[in-house]
Every structure is written in structure tokens, then in C-alpha cells.
Nanobody, 121 residues
Framework: EVQLVESGGGLVQPGGSLRLSCAAS????????MSWVRQAPGKGLEWVSA????????SYVDSVKGRFTISRDNAKNALYLQMNSLKPEDTAVYYC??????????????WGKGTLVTVSS
């Protein structure tokens, strides 16, 4: 059974940092691209960032470029999102997702339950 379990969310002041983690199990983690998707309160889903199976290629939505960094540790079956210079508009539930292939294409087939990030003073 595929499981994606996010952690690391919480309350942080504007300008602060958080590191989200996603523990993956039930599949060969190193074979698949992964991503982070977020949903702000009252809004739709927004793709944030993706990384290929080997970690050699990454992509970001424009609004987080230069502030967020996606990474993975295939030995630990873990995905990460380092978030710096956080803004109130980054407030959202962040979901870890798995792609159907080694590149971030062909859609996502599994999602975690999410972790809430709140950026507020």
C-alpha cells in the first residue's frame, strides 16, 4: 500500500523558515518523480514544486522560486521542501504527491493527507 506522510508544518512568522518532510512507503521511491502541491484556505490546489526520480531536475511555481528548495533522499525514501522567506500568502495545506513516472509528467497518482503551514505574525 502506497503511503505518503507529511510532517513539519506549523505556525511561523513572516520571513521565517520551515522544512517539510514526506515519508514514502509501499513503492520503489527512487523510481518516481515527486512533488509538493498546496491549497490555501478557500482556494484551489496549486502545484508548488517537483523533482525527478534521481533528483537531477527540479521545477518551481514562479511565486516560490528563490525561496523554496525541493530535495529528496532516495536512501531514506524521503522528500523535503525547504521554505525560506515565508510570506502570509504561503499559508496553506501542503501535500506530498507521487507521479506515475520518473519525470514530472503523466499525472500524480497518490497524495498524502497534508500538513498545515500558517505564516502569520
Amino acid at each position: 500500500e502506497v503511503q505518503l506522510v507529511e510532517s513539519g508544518g506549523g505556525l511561523v512568522q513572516p520571513g521565517g523558515s520551515l522544512r517539510l518532510s514526506c515519508a514514502a512507503s509501499g513503492f520503489t521511491f527512487s523510481n518516481y518523480a515527486m512533488s509538493w502541491v498546496r491549497q490555501a484556505p478557500g482556494k484551489g490546489l496549486e502545484w508548488v514544486s517537483a523533482i525527478t526520480s534521481g533528483g537531477g531536475s527540479t521545477s518551481y511555481v514562479d511565486s516560490v522560486k528563490g525561496r523554496f528548495t525541493i530535495s529528496r533522499d532516495n536512501a531514506k525514501n524521503a522528500l523535503y521542501l525547504q521554505m525560506n522567506s515565508l510570506k502570509p500568502e504561503d499559508t496553506a495545506v501542503y501535500y506530498c504527491t507521487k507521479y506515475r513516472s520518473s519525470w514530472y509528467r503523466y499525472g500524480m497518482d497518490y497524495w498524502g493527507k497534508g500538513t498545515l503551514v500558517t505564516v502569520s505574525s
